[in-house]
């Protein structure tokens, strides 16, 4: 760490094992994992010189074009770069026993609605965990199993098997889509879009409501009606307002079938979670298909 500070590296105040810098047009990142490190950034040139150093500095191992990095694979397409976890996910279904299941076609079903209070005690806790532990780190490129796994995660205190069959039904849903993946394109221009939704005590445990406040605030900037009712807000807030007014920030109703943010709030039908699974970029790869250009990230290993 000392090493990247000197060589005017700034840590990230998102993640301890970030750093970045920066100097006119040259701009390299250093991912850190114990003695595992990802350099990537705009200028191949610059992170040969950067391994260089790094290379006098320590003992290391150039591992060459990234393709693989912590149970990540990650393939190099005409547009982008696709991320998956083929292997991991073979893995985990093979330690589960469920390798040679049937298919399902989403991660839970619309009647499913798990509780705390219904079905039997597990007799093997520890293997619950230890599974949905696993998904956890699946649903990095694997976002479209987010809610069904962040529900299943919310019992590992005290499952039952009715706990445990919708994690089969997770499982059986990966072993469906294994050639699976997160694909991120190219754009010369970053677009954000952000979705609210408002689910009013639906929770069946607890009553609890979820709603979005950040998108809820958008919205009620952008409508004059309201401003009366919220003239107690402090000033320094109103920048949203003035962003609204500057057309910086877009405001629009959204139906229900083109809420995308609805495959990671709830249950859908398959033909609502395939179309929104599609519209995340979650798609099939094939790798014979890959595109085979110049180096633009390094992987390195401490030795």
Not at 102 to 111: I, R
Not at 249 to 265: I, K, N, R, W, Y
């Amino acid at each position: 760490m000392e090493f990247l500070i000197d060589a005017n590296f700034v840590a990230s105040k998102a993640d301890n094992s970030l750093f970045v810098h920066w100097s006119g047009s040259q701009l390299l990142y250093v991912l850190i994992y114990v003695d595992n490190i990802i350099i990537t950034g705009i200028d191949s040139q610059a992170i040969d010189c950067f391994v260089k150093k790094l290379d006098v500095q320590f003992s290391l191992k150039n591992l060459g074009r990234l393709s693989y990095f912590l149970s990540i694979e990650l393939n190099y397409t005409p547009h982008g770069i696709f991320l998956s976890q083929r292997k991991n996910i073979l893995d985990l279904l093979t330690r589960a026993s469920m390798d040679k299941s049937n298919a399902s076609p989403t991660p839970m079903t619309m009647t499913c609605h798990l509780t705390a209070t219904k079905g039997i005690p597990v007799k093997d806790a520890k293997m619950y965990r230890s599974i949905v532990g696993a998904l956890q780190y699946v649903v990095i490129t694997k976002p479209d199993i987010a809610f069904s796994v962040n529900k299943v995660c919310q019992f590992m205190y005290k499952p039952s098997d009715l706990h445990f069959k919708a994690v089969k039904r997770i499982l059986r849903y990966l072993k469906g889509t294994l050639g699976y993946g997160i694909q991120f394109n190219r754009r010369p221009k970053f677009l954000l879009k952000g979705f609210s939704d408002a689910s009013w005590g639906s929770n069946s445990g607890d009553r609890r409501s979820m709603s979005s406040s950040v998108l809820a605030a958008v919205a009620v900037a952008g409508n004059p009606v309201m401003h009366s009712k919220f003239k107690h807000v402090e000033l320094d807030l109103f920048f949203v307002r003035e962003k609204v007014s500057q057309d910086v920030f877009q405001v629009g109703h959204v139906p229900s079938h083109e809420q995308v943010a609805d495959v990671l709030t709830k249950p859908l039908s398959v033909g609502l979670f395939h179309k929104f699974r599609d519209q995340l970029r979650i798609i099939t790869h094939d790798v014979e298909n890959t595109e085979q250009g110049s180096s633009s990230t390094g992987n390195v290993r401490n030795e």
